[in-house]
């Protein structure tokens, strides 16, 4: 699971009713459908027949951008979206990626469940550089930047419960085992 900045596509407006959206835009603006691109070779090749003029370092740099984005963005990936109002919001990735015409023009979205719509920025001093940088969408390399955007969340159960509550009740059978022989005796 990778954590990603996604910086915000939203409004102001849109930002306040987060929970209601299931699709997240993403940086693909200038891009054709990319449902056929299975590498970084493919998406060079994409990048060469629409702009054909392009010096070869240009493509290869813009495929080597693109195809970090798309080629690694899975399910399950959290994304960090740095909000107007000094907030943050946490989504998990449901399908990274799926492509649409509207209004004559390249949609690419990513279906996301909302896991926080409201968080204080300053919670993730961690990812303070990566929040504040103008890159479209970034994977968080750090592992204190992973963590901090992991201790957000908000875990229904702890993983460990059960072993306790099985180690309980073993000391707890134990203990009258060993009750029972000494009343035995």
Wanted: glycine residues 2%; proline residues 6%; charged residues 25%.
């Amino acid at each position: 699971m990778s954590v990603w900045v996604l910086q915000s596509p939203f409004t102001a407006e849109e930002e306040k009713h987060l929970a209601q959206m299931e699709e997240l835009p993403l940086p693909f603006d200038d891009l054709p459908d990319l449902s056929g691109v299975r590498n970084e070779e493919s998406m060079r090749w994409l990048l060469e027949k629409l702009r054909p003029d392009a010096p070869p370092e240009t493509i290869v740099r813009r495929a080597d951008v693109y195809w970090a984005r798309y080629g690694r963005l899975a399910a399950a990936d959290l994304l960090v979206i740095p909000l107007s109002n000094k907030k943050i919001a946490l989504a998990e990735v449901v399908t990274p990626y799926h492509y649409r015409v509207e209004l004559g023009k390249d949609s690419h979205y990513a279906t996301v469940k909302w896991m926080e719509t409201s968080l204080a920025q300053r919670k993730l001093g961690a990812l303070s550089l990566l929040l504040a940088n103008p890159s479209p969408m970034q994977m968080v390399e750090t592992v204190d930047g992973r963590k901090a955007v992991y201790l957000l969340l908000k875990r229904s159960y702890n993983r460990f419960a059960k072993w306790r509550w099985l180690l309980a009740l073993l000391f707890a059978m134990q203990v009258t085992l060993m009750l029972v022989n000494m009343l035995k005796d």
